[in-house]
């Protein structure tokens, strides 16, 4: 890896640990925390009696101690910092696999003419550079979505328990959906900031024949060439890709986990053993993938022209594909997100697991709305 590519993956790890530091410690998220009105995304929290404060006080522990088995506080700056670490293996290890299928994808969008088709594309892929050419931009994908991942997983942990935070318990269940929608918006927004120079650089080996075989030749070539700007033009289309993307991701996920555990798995969850829980999550994980590939598409293939075209702008490429241009590569593009959603989400519950992280169920009525929309259907029958 080039000096400068280090220097900016470091100052990007130090840049989210300040969101982090700033939104963690900021007045509105100890309001929240601390609020009587608790929502069912963020844990419960009794004050201590009068015997046990001075006991909490003499060990420094907080009013809201570790559960017995966690290595962590739900919520804490070591949750957050976990989930961070957790999103860096997801995404990095899972993007950089599939590689060569987002290589072929790639050209298919910048070409259509000469890849035609998937198995096409792989071919002549193959024929012009040998199996070694299918590895093109893994060193750009694995630290770009590293940092994305970063930023991602651990940003949406702390908007979302923020968000929850900032509504009464009642209110945070009946709008959750927004809230999933909301945070993992936010947390997509700095994440893409992290991950646009790097995407920059994949798309140009990948797509233009010639121009760099490694990161350590394209990143200072495109920067003697167009300047810093070069490395953030498709930051407009990546969140326009991303962000739906992700808001999908999560808000899916979340609602199909809950949704399996309700009307498919045939147990509890806390009767599950973690293999059945890490299935159900993998499970999940896919179809969320599905949605995510259909919903990010069109976004999709304008970033790669975008990329691969120095003189190119967001309408001229709309202008020169048409409405099903945009949606060339959809079908490789769905398995391959599809597959790599499953395993992002199998990968950050493991290491949530093997790192012995509190993992919360999904989301339940609270016990008071379920009470009173008892009583007011047993008043209606009357």
Same mark, same amino acid.
């Given at each position: 890896?080039?000096?400068?590519?280090?220097?900016?993956?470091? %100052?990007?790890?130090?840049?989210?640990? @300040? $969101?982090?530091?700033?939104?963690?410690?900021?007045?509105?998220? /100890?309001?929240?925390?601390? #609020?009587?009105?608790?929502?069912?995304?963020?844990?419960?929290?009794?004050?201590?009696?009068?015997?046990?404060?001075? %006991?909490?006080?003499? #060990?420094?522990?907080?009013?809201?101690a570790v559960v017995q088995g966690d290595s962590c506080e739900f919520a804490s700056p070591k949750y957050f910092a976990l989930c961070g670490l957790g999103g860096i293996l997801s995404c990095g290890i899972t993007h950089t696999a599939v590689?060569?299928? /987002?290589?072929?994808?790639? @050209?298919?969008?910048?070409?259509? /003419?000469?890849?035609?088709?998937?198995?096409?594309?792989?071919?002549?892929?193959?024929?012009?550079?040998?199996?070694?050419?299918?590895?093109?931009?893994? +060193?750009?994908?694995?630290?770009?979505?590293?940092? %994305?991942?970063?930023?991602?997983?651990?940003?949406?942990?702390?908007?979302?328990?923020?968000?929850?935070?900032?509504?009464?318990?009642?209110?945070?269940?009946?709008?959750?959906?927004?809230?999933?929608?909301?945070?993992?918006? &936010?947390?997509?927004?700095?994440? /893409?900031?992290?991950?646009?120079?790097?995407?920059?650089?994949?798309?140009?080996?990948? !797509?233009?024949?010639?121009?760099?075989? !490694?990161?350590?030749?394209?990143?200072?070539?495109?920067?003697?060439?167009?300047?810093?700007?070069?490395?953030?033009?498709?930051?407009?289309?990546?969140?326009?890709?991303?962000?739906?993307?992700?808001?999908?991701?999560?808000?899916?996920?979340?609602?199909?986990?809950?949704?399996?555990?309700?009307?498919?798995?045939?147990?509890?969850?806390? %009767?599950?053993?973690?293999?059945?829980?890490?299935?159900?999550?993998? +499970?999940?994980?896919?179809?969320?993938?599905?949605?995510?590939?259909?919903?990010?598409?069109? +976004? *999709?293939?304008?970033?790669?022209?975008?990329?691969? *075209?120095?003189?190119? !702008?967001?309408?001229?490429?709309?202008?020169?594909?048409? =409405?099903?241009?945009?949606?060339?590569?959809?079908?490789? @593009?769905?398995?391959?997100?599809?597959?790599? !959603?499953?395993?992002? =989400?199998? $990968?950050? *519950?493991?290491?949530?697991?093997?790192?012995?992280?509190? @993992?919360?169920?999904?989301?339940?009525?609270?016990?008071?709305?379920?009470?009173?929309?008892?009583?007011?259907?047993?008043?209606? &029958?009357?």
């Open positions: 890896m080039c000096s400068v590519c280090a220097s900016s993956a470091v %100052q990007c790890a130090v840049y989210y640990y @300040r $969101i982090l530091d700033i939104i963690m410690f900021s007045s509105l998220l /100890d309001v929240a925390r601390n #609020s009587p009105f608790r929502g069912p995304l963020t844990p419960a929290q009794c004050e201590p009696s009068s015997l046990a404060a001075p %006991q909490a006080a003499q #060990s420094g522990m907080a009013a809201a590689v060569p299928l /987002d290589l072929v994808k790639c @050209r298919l969008q910048v070409d259509p /003419d000469k890849y035609k088709n998937v198995l096409t594309g792989f071919k002549v892929s193959v024929r012009e550079e040998g199996m070694r050419g299918l590895a093109k931009g893994w +060193a750009p994908t694995f630290i770009g979505y590293s940092l %994305q991942g970063l930023c991602k997983f651990g940003l949406y942990e702390v908007f979302k328990v923020t968000y929850s935070g900032m509504l009464d318990e009642e209110t945070a269940y009946t709008y959750r959906t927004f809230v999933y929608l909301a945070a993992s918006a &936010s947390a997509e927004f700095f994440a /893409d900031i992290a991950l646009s120079p790097l995407e920059a650089a994949k798309v140009r080996i990948q !797509t233009m024949p010639g121009f760099a075989t !490694t990161l350590r030749e394209a990143w200072p070539k495109m920067l003697q060439n167009e300047g810093y700007g070069t490395f953030y033009k498709g930051l407009v289309p990546l969140w326009g890709r991303q962000i739906p993307y992700t808001m999908m991701k999560f808000a899916c996920f979340e609602k199909t986990l809950e949704l399996l555990y309700k009307y498919v798995v045939p147990k509890p969850r806390e %009767q599950c053993s973690k293999g059945e829980q890490l299935v159900v999550t993998f +499970a999940a994980g896919y179809i969320a993938g599905v949605f995510c590939a259909i919903v990010s598409h069109p +976004a *999709d293939t304008v970033v790669s022209k975008l990329n691969q *075209d120095k003189t190119a !702008t967001v309408g001229s490429i709309v202008g020169k594909l048409g =409405w099903a241009g945009v949606w060339k590569g959809l079908g490789p @593009r769905i398995i391959m997100i599809g597959t790599l !959603t499953a395993l992002q =989400w199998f $990968i950050y *519950d493991a290491v949530k697991v093997w790192l012995r992280m509190p @993992r919360p169920p999904p989301a339940e009525m609270p016990e008071s709305m379920r009470k009173r929309l008892e009583a007011e259907e047993a008043a209606k &029958s009357k």
